[in-house]
């Protein structure tokens, strides 16, 4: 099933193995507009619930980058308050759609992860990536903070590594950091041979016991609870942080480059 827009697609597939695949797509490097915000979370949510899929695959379409994170069209065009929270709630509830979900998500980093897409790495239960999946946490750089993505990024990386990604958000950390810090689990050289080790985990927990992947699943995410009002707080924070001259400014800054 595919659900296309003018700003990208999501898009899932299930295998007869029960294997469910959700891609997206964006022209401007797989960013992420609310519209595709909100079908992936919705997509995320459908699939958990869906008795033949047993474990679910996030990818992103192309070869170059994963995910450039928020779109800069869109942050620029929020001009009140409730239109910034709407926006960034869209990142909480995808990172929350992935943290209720029954099934383990295992993510597929096959190039850069900025901002969101480092948030949505972070959101999944088992990541691969290839060794050009370097990442970089830009909020400060715009004028805001990984406020609403940050919880997920600690929870996987802890506070220290995360508020290393967050102060100094110009530089990227290679796709080894990250793997040292413990966002990705393997790094490869090829896609293919990411793809091949994917399968292969994804057969095996296809036929492994759906309660039992469920109950670890849950002890995982021990602590996370209150998510869903943290990260609609968050969303607030940078709600307000983005209609600041500075953040207006230095958007369009970064969209001359």
């Known amino acids: 099933?595919?659900?296309?827009?003018?700003?990208?697609?999501?898009?899932?597939?299930v295998s007869q193995f029960g294997v469910g695949a959700?891609?997206?797509g964006h022209p401007m490097s797989n960013s992420l507009p609310s519209e595709i915000l909100r079908k992936l979370a919705?997509?995320?949510?459908?699939?958990g619930k869906k008795n033949e899929?047993?474990?679910?695959?996030?990818?992103?379409?192309?070869?170059?980058?994963?995910?450039?994170?928020?779109?800069?069209?869109?942050?620029?065009?929020?001009?009140?308050?409730?239109?910034g929270k709407a926006f960034f709630s869209g990142f909480a509830d995808v990172i929350n759609a992935c943290r209720t979900c029954p099934k383990f998500i295992i993510g597929r980093i096959h190039?850069?992860?900025?901002?969101?897409?480092?948030?949505?790495?972070?959101?999944?239960?088992?990541?691969?990536?290839?060794?050009?999946?370097?990442?970089?946490?830009?909020?400060l750089a715009i004028g805001i903070g990984p406020f609403v993505v940050g919880p997920a990024v600690e929870r996987k990386i802890g506070l220290?590594?995360?508020?290393?990604?967050?102060i100094n958000a110009t530089e990227w950390r290679s796709a080894e950091w990250a793997k040292g810090k413990g966002l990705y689990t393997e790094i490869y050289d090829s896609v293919s041979a990411m793809d091949i080790d994917i399968n292969t985990l994804s057969l095996q927990l296809a036929t492994s016991n759906p309660d039992?992947?469920?109950?670890?699943?849950?002890?995982?995410?021990?602590?996370?609870?209150?998510?869903?009002?943290?990260?609609?707080?968050?969303?607030?924070?940078?709600?307000r942080l983005i209609l600041s001259d500075f953040s207006k400014h230095a958007i369009n800054t970064f969209k001359k480059k």
């Not at 919705?42 to 699939?47: A, G, K, P, R």
């Not at 679910?56 to 239109?83: H, M, P, R, T």
């Not at 239960?125 to 050009?132: E, I, L, Q, R, V």
């Open 160 to 166: 220290s590594a995360m508020s290393e990604l967050a």
């Open 212 to 239: 039992a992947m469920f109950l670890l699943k849950q002890i995982f995410w021990q602590g996370t609870s209150h998510w869903d009002e943290l990260l609609i707080e968050r969303a607030e924070i940078s709600g």
């Open 111 to 139: 190039g850069k992860a900025v901002g969101g897409g480092v948030g949505l790495a972070s959101a999944c239960d088992y990541c691969f990536a290839t060794k050009y999946a370097d990442i970089k946490l830009s909020e």
């Open 1 to 13: 099933m595919t659900t296309i827009t003018e700003q990208g697609f999501v898009s899932y597939e």
């Open 53 to 83: 899929v047993k474990v679910i695959i996030i990818k992103s379409d192309g070869e170059k980058v994963f995910c450039a994170g928020a779109s800069f069209d869109e942050l620029i065009a929020i001009c009140d308050f409730q239109s």
């Open 42 to 47: 919705e997509t995320i949510t459908e699939l």
């Open 22 to 24: 959700i891609t997206f």
